[in-house]
């Protein structure tokens, strides 16, 4: 059951980064965090009440937080870069970083460099350098800045704490750790969005698929949770670094992304060496 729900988490997750980043290219991303943010809290609350819990320990509440922290910080990097550029070079870039810090982590801790760690890290690492080249004077693909390579690494650094943080919480807390995450999230978006743009929602024509956006967010990462909470931690790891692939599949049949053939090769790359990465 844990590979059914870490699998099918990421795929949705996936289709909810792209309404996103889809609607951070017409509209404020701030504004946009907050609407995805604010939905899902609201089904977080519903969810909350009705499913049953038995205990609820300190360390789920800081658990959820940090993984709500990891959330804000790596929604709102991610809209950014894929309001700078192409999705389907983007996505996978942050898929990368999540992956290598993971396995950095492990490292750390003890673990050893395993074959399929380093060619993991080969190909993903070559993936970066592929997707990122550029052409001066082509003007037939979507060029990527560096602000947006940036901006991709760090939410990859971002939601790799998110998996971190809802590794810790237990089963027995019910979705409270996630009521727990958003009750960090939405403030800290909500400042930053009035801030930045004096207002909260996004234009009425784009309100309906924000809310879309965030409610499909909210199940994948319910999913998410609870694999993690019932099943081994790599295991979920590795399944949702795969979350790229529904992002790019969306971007390049709705948008028609166009990259050059060396950029492909990078995605390839990158999408082959992610769970390489989390396996090793």
């Excluded at 609407?35 to 800081?62: K, R």
């Excluded at 692939?245 to 390049?252: E, I």
């Amino acid at each position: 059951m844990t590979p059914i729900l870490a699998l099918t988490g990421a795929l949705i997750v996936g289709s909810s980064d792209f309404i996103g980043g889809f609607l951070a290219r017409r509209t404020s991303v701030y504004r946009v965090a907050f609407g995805e943010q604010a939905a899902s809290c609201l089904a977080f609350l519903v969810l909350a009440l009705l499913v049953p819990f038995s205990s609820i320990t300190a360390t789920d509440i800081i658990g959820g937080a940090v993984a709500g922290l990891g959330v804000v910080v790596g929604l709102l990097a991610l809209y950014v870069a894929f309001s700078l550029g192409p999705m389907s070079a983007l996505a996978p870039i942050a898929a990368v970083v999540g992956a290598l810090v993971s396995a950095a982590a492990g490292l750390i801790g003890g673990e050893s460099l395993t074959v399929a760690l380093a060619s993991g890290a080969v190909l993903a690492l070559s993936g970066v350098v592929l997707v990122t080249r550029d052409r001066k004077g082509d003007d037939t693909v979507l060029r990527i800045s560096s602000r947006a390579v940036l901006m991709a690494g760090l939410a990859g650094l971002a939601f790799a704490a998110f998996f971190v943080g809802l590794a810790t919480t237990s089963s027995t807390a019910g979705v409270w750790p996630l009521v727990a995450a958003r009750g960090v999230g939405v403030p800290i978006i909500a400042v930053v969005a009035w801030h930045k743009e004096r207002g909260f929602l996004v234009p009425k024509e784009h309100r309906r698929l924000n809310l879309a956006g965030g409610l499909i967010g909210a199940f994948a990462t319910v999913l998410t949770m609870i694999a993690l909470q019932r099943g081994p931690v790599i295991q979920v790891v590795v399944l949702g670094a795969l979350y790229p692939f529904s992002t790019v599949a969306l971007a390049r049949t709705v948008l028609h992304e166009s990259l050059r053939p060396v950029q492909w090769a990078g995605v390839a790359f990158a999408l082959i060496g992610i769970p390489l990465i989390a396996v090793g």
